[in-house]
């Protein structure tokens, strides 16, 4: 067993004032703190080298502020039998929405991190060995005093849970521990919200064991909102998790990121509405692997088939880009695009509705990534001005089958003279071009261009139009037809060594 370990944390404090900020140690054996280190927020904070009881000790921002609000405001910490754990002052910032606090002992690490934020005034609380819940106190917090959901008799909590939905039936893995202080039994069971259970399992162990359980059960097109839930025992608030998902054609995508933008210009991304029903802002969440923000006061409601803007400042989007013709949506808080690569997850009452990793912008200033089509190949805009906020893409017109491309040898061996041959076949009267991309979305050659056909090959030596050979890579070979209709289908072809 640890002798020192995080207990409890405030990270959103109480009306805004940030030196209310604290973190809670329980100290469960007479310990001095020597060679242990705390990092919180960009800080690594030092422990006092001296002896502390058991109990549980506070590291706060301002003492005088803590007494003022925790204590009894008399000036004095340690006047009344209320303030009677230690209290120590450090210089150190919590952030509200996401973050961690490690304890680092010549040992151990003890780690807490945080997604999402906590009400206004309400900690973050351990309530066994592994778990760690927003507290449900009433009063919002509990420093210096047994948390609100420490260990009771009989209490089985859930710790993970992952969905993996198909066409018809979804299988959940669900992790459970038993953080009661007495060996007992429980029930897991998939419910629909409309109450029915859909499958169920039974556990039992001792005090800390871990059980993982799958469960299955059928899913409906579209949203499903189905919940894990434990039967009953002396603490309920550790019982329950929703589980929200998307079968089917997602609602809405990402379209275009615009991760790297001139001086003076925000950060945006456009999103397209693919839902028949349209749907409304206030259910949008943005999320990259740091933050996550909200949409919650815009009640916007956007049409299918439509793009939609979100960005950190509407006012200056509006100022560089003028009126686009998609509404302009501003975030609760921006989460900062980071220029070497992250991942973007697009949320819809709290269901995933899409989710992209994007590569390092490298040098790429004022260049939008853009997606092609409804696909998940993604490539660096070609338009003139570098992006087409509230248009469609560069590269951006319906997929169809009616296109069809096979490529062979794949990947060729051009440095040895070797040529792939590119096999068309496209609908009677067509009138289109055949062309060549790379990776940055540069267009490296024209195979042919606005004539009628049918069908028919071509071959590629693996040189660009000026008859220069490429490197060794991944290139795109896009066929766009014009008439009758316009459709575009693309296929990798790689060059090997």
Known sequence: MLAVVLSEILANEPG??????????????STSLAGYTLKAGARDLVLPDRLFAPGFTVICRDSVRFEQHFGDSSGVWGDVSSEDYPLIEASFSLTNSSGAVELVSPDTVDRFQWDGTAP???????????????????????????????????????????????PSQVSVRVLVENTGTDSSGSAVLLRHSQGSVLDSASVSGPSGALHPVTLSGPVEQGFNRLSIELADDERTANN???????????????????????????????????????????????????????????????????????????????????EVGAPVLQADHWPTLNNDGDTLTLLLMGAVSDHVGYPSAGSRRGV???????????????????????GDNSVDVPYTADIELDI??????????ERATIAYRVPFGAEGQLQLYGGDGRRLRTLFDT???????VTWDGRDQSGQLLPVGVYLVCMRLFSPRELVRLAPVAIGR
């Open 16 to 29: 805004g004032s940030t030196t209310l900020e604290w973190i809670e140690l329980e100290i469960r054996q």
């Open 120 to 166: 206004d005034g309400v900690s973050y609380e351990r309530i066994g060995d592994r778990m760690w819940q927003v507290t449900a106190s009433s009063v919002g917090s509990t420093p210096g005093r047994r948390n609100h959901g420490a260990p009771v008799r009989i209490d089985w909590a859930i710790v993970d849970v992952q969905a993996d939905p198909g």
């Open 240 to 322: 329950h998790r929703d589980l929200h998902f998307l079968t089917g054609e997602s609602p809405v995508l990402f379209s275009e990121l615009y991760v790297v933008p001139e001086a003076t210009e925000p950060e945006w991304i456009e999103i397209r509405v693919t839902s028949d029903t349209g749907l409304t802002v206030s259910g949008l969440q943005l999320a990259d692997t740091r933050d996550t923000t909200r949409f919650q006061a815009d009640q916007t409601s956007l049409a299918p088939d439509t793009y939609a803007i979100l960005t950190e400042d509407s006012l200056a989007f509006t100022l560089h880009f003028g």
């Open 368 to 390: 939008a990534l853009e997606r092609i089509g409804s696909s998940a190949v993604w490539n660096w805009s070609v338009a003139p001005g570098g992006a087409t906020p509230g």
């Open 408 to 417: 062979a040898p794949n990947p060729f061996a051009a440095g040895y003279g």
């Open 451 to 457: 004539r009628p056909f049918v069908s028919g090959e």
